[in-house]
């Protein structure tokens, strides 16, 4: 078993739709971390958090640390969200992060 | 925030030759960064950790005789596929962690071996 799950693996949506990604995680972390990952590969860092919920513009993500479970929350998605979403850990034995296999998200015009 | 550089981006090598990635943390003195790999469908996986001014950290299954690490300096950190071959053929991506702030990425490389 993986020490980072996502889902689902592929989501397609129409623009405007609401979207949840799901994350839950097995290890003890100091930090769990939501990474944007373009066509290219390039990776953006969406949020760092270790309780509560952060918002960014669209983007809202929480944590349950007691259920060890993160939902990333994209309102009002545009074909510009497409990419791959990623669910990291800070958990690692290096200081190093512990990756999901990612969401790859699809908005359709 | 913290900007790292990595290049290049995209390299095309003949089976048997060696390849360097540079990842330079512009603004943000590292004396740690990471460097992962990504294959296709699969999510990155940390090959090693890159220790300023000592030897880096190896992960189980990766030859450390093969993918060369130095980190010379606060800035610099190099990983080198000696000997490259098509298996070799991924997406390498370094990663820096600034302390309570989170990690900044490299923009990544694709290696295709031929």
């Known amino acids: 078993k993986n020490e980072v799950e996502q889902s689902p693996q592929n989501l397609t949506a129409q623009e405007g739709e609401f979207i949840t990604i799901n994350c839950s995680y097995s290890?003890?972390?100091?930090?769990l971390h939501w990474l944007q990952q373009h066509p290219g590969g390039g990776i953006v860092s969406l949020f760092m958090?270790?309780?509560g919920k952060k918002k960014h513009g669209r983007l809202i993500a929480t944590i349950n640390i007691q259920e060890k479970h993160s939902s990333l929350h994209i309102t009002a998605s545009h074909p510009r969200d497409s990419a791959v979403y990623i669910c990291?850990?800070?958990?690692?034995?290096?200081?190093?992060?512990?990756f999901g296999k990612g969401t790859k998200l699809s908005v359709k015009p | 925030g913290a900007v790292v550089s990595q290049h290049p981006s995209r390299v095309i090598c003949k089976s048997g030759t060696s390849v360097k990635i540079e990842c330079r943390s512009l603004?943000?003195?590292?004396?740690?960064m990471f460097w992962y790999r990504q294959f296709p469908k699969q999510s990155l996986m940390l090959m090693a950790t890159?220790?300023?001014?000592?030897?880096?950290?190896?992960e189980q299954g990766v030859e450390k005789d093969k993918f060369l690490i130095n980190h010379a300096s606060l800035t610099l950190s190099t990983l080198t596929v000696t000997s490259a071959h098509p298996e070799d053929s991924s997406f390498y991506i370094c990663?820096?962690?600034?302390?309570?702030?989170?990690?900044?990425f490299g923009s990544g490389t694709r290696l295709t071996v031929v």
């Open positions: 990663s820096v962690r600034r302390g309570g702030r989170g990690y900044t």
């Open positions: 290890v003890g972390i100091s930090a």
């Open positions: 958090l270790s309780s």
């Open positions: 990291a850990v800070g958990g690692g034995s290096q200081g190093n992060l512990i």
């Open positions: 603004d943000f003195q590292a004396t740690t």
């Open positions: 890159s220790n300023e001014g000592s030897k880096a950290t190896y």
